[in-house]
């Protein structure tokens, strides 16, 4: 019989001490449910791999984009469709800015498509720019109309950001002299 209550006894005390922890653990779950404040600096799992030479908040939001190896093509394209001039014109404005690999998932001959197009090209790229300035604040349940002229919405929270549903925001938050830039891993579509 005194095994038996020792037995309890050590049962009791085990259940004791996990009644705790697994509310701990009920705590620490629910606290990673809220919603994180949206960060005040740069953010995203893509900043490290931004290799940028030299501080651009200073520089104009093309001559920014072009210190960052991996928006190179976006570069490239804004020269193309004649937008340089345009964008570094404006000031307080937000570009959702597609990367290296946005533009490789893009098949070969859509992309050929749209560099040809001159047109078409400034369409595409002007519908990723918002002619006003976009805190990480407004990103999670935005609705913004693009320079383009369509919508463009972002839903979130904390440093998860996505654009129109389909886009990930890879780094946001990048401060130049005259914009806001927002790296997403999708080349964004107006729509028809």
């Known amino acids: 019989m005194r095994f038996i209550h020792m037995r309890s006894a050590k049962a009791a005390a085990a259940v004791l001490m996990a009644v705790p922890f697994s509310l701990g653990g009920l705590a620490s779950q629910s606290h ?7 960060p005040s600096g740069t953010f995203g799992p893509g900043c490290s791999a931004l290799s940028q030479k030299t ?3 200073k520089d104009k939001v093309v001559e920014a984009a072009a ?3 991996q928006l190179s093509q976006l570069v490239s394209a804004l020269v193309r469709a004649n937008l340089g001039d345009t964008l570094d014109g404006k000031s307080d ?27 078409q090209l400034k369409k595409v790229l002007s519908y ?3 002619d006003k300035k976009i805190t990480p604040d ?11 002229g369509g919508k463009l919405t972002t839903s979130g929270s904390g440093s998860d950001f996505k654009v129109n549903d389909k886009a990930n925001i890879v780094c ?3 401060k130049t002299a005259n914009a806001t830039i927002y790296v997403v891993d999708a080349v964004l579509q107006p729509p028809s």
């Open 93 to 119: 404005i937000t570009v959702f800015a597609p990367d290296q690999k946005a533009f490789q998932n893009v098949t070969a001959s859509q992309l050929s498509s749209l560099l040809g197009n001159q047109g």
């Open 172 to 174: 946001g938050n990048i």
């Open 138 to 148: 407004q990103l999670s349940n935005g609705s913004f109309t693009t320079l383009e």
């Open 32 to 38: 990673a449910q809220d919603a994180s404040p949206s």
């Open 128 to 130: 990723h720019v918002v």
């Open 55 to 57: 501080d651009t908040a």
């Open 67 to 69: 210190a960052y190896p």
